[in-house]
């Protein structure tokens, strides 16, 4: 069994409850404008050029053709996206770092025993989180993950758009999964607009794994000036307040800018606001949805 991803991170506190260990799938159906996490989107290795890192030493220029030196600043080294095949000799010579690659298979009962390593750090709240990406991409290797932690006692979280199968996600729901569970924008015609996929397909998976009395925790991307005017929140507010009694509680999840760079790496263009969301933001977002009757919202940390 094998899983296409991009990162294995151990130690993490933010992706769910206690110590965890997140495995990030490869591939996304969603095209979400402000993704933080853009070389998730496609399920193909992708190379990254970070030009930040680069020196100008000129070595990846003795082994491709595809690059030159930018005429009016010569140590600055330019790459052509659009004859780039991949082949990964730049990567193999950068000592930078400043190229690598985004990507790679690896087999699902590997990817779990890098997660048992830190198994005595768990105690009772801890254990794999799933993310990407979109695990339902891959449900063979996102459930084969998620059979293992339930029989290793490990607590199983999975963030999720909820554009996959049914079935699949039915079965996720029977292993006892916990879902952190997206929810972009509650206005259908933004949802598409800033995701490309409907907001119906969404809310018909979240409906099913709240009918399958699924521990979910609903979260809220909540980027200025994109998603969070009044219109906005009063929709999301909205589609919560029918579903309250079938969430743990929703998390509003504050803008970062770390998706710009990652964007830059890939040569693609950045279209999100270009700052952080403040302390202010959030406090207004919180304000408003507890004031129309989502009283289980928090701002997530």
Partial sequence: MKAFIFNIQRFCLSDGPGIRTTVFFKGCPLRCVWCHNPESQLPARQLMYYESKCTGCGRCLAVCSNRRRDPEDPARILIDRDLCTGCGKCVDVCFANANAFAGYEEDAEKIMETVLLDKIFYGTGGG?????????MQPDAALYLL?????????????????????????????????????????????????????SRVLETLD??????????????????????????MALAGLIREREQGISHAEIMKYHILGSSKSRALGKKYEAPKENAGKEDAARWLEFLRKYGTERTVISE
């Fill in 128 to 136: 794999i989180t799933l993310s990407g990406g979109e695990p339902s």
């Fill in 147 to 199: 059979r293992r932690a339930k029989e290793e006692g490990l607590s199983a979280v999975m963030e999720t758009c909820g554009v996959g199968s049914s079935e699949f996600y039915e079965k996720a729901a029977d292993l006892g999964t916990v879902f952190y569970y997206d929810l972009k924008s509650g206005i259908p015609e933004k949802h598409r607009e800033f995701t490309g996929a409907p907001l």
């Fill in 208 to 233: 099913l794994l709240i009918g399958k009395r699924a521990e979910i925790v609903l979260r809220l991307p909540l980027i200025p000036g994109m998603n969070d005017s009044d219109e906005d929140l």
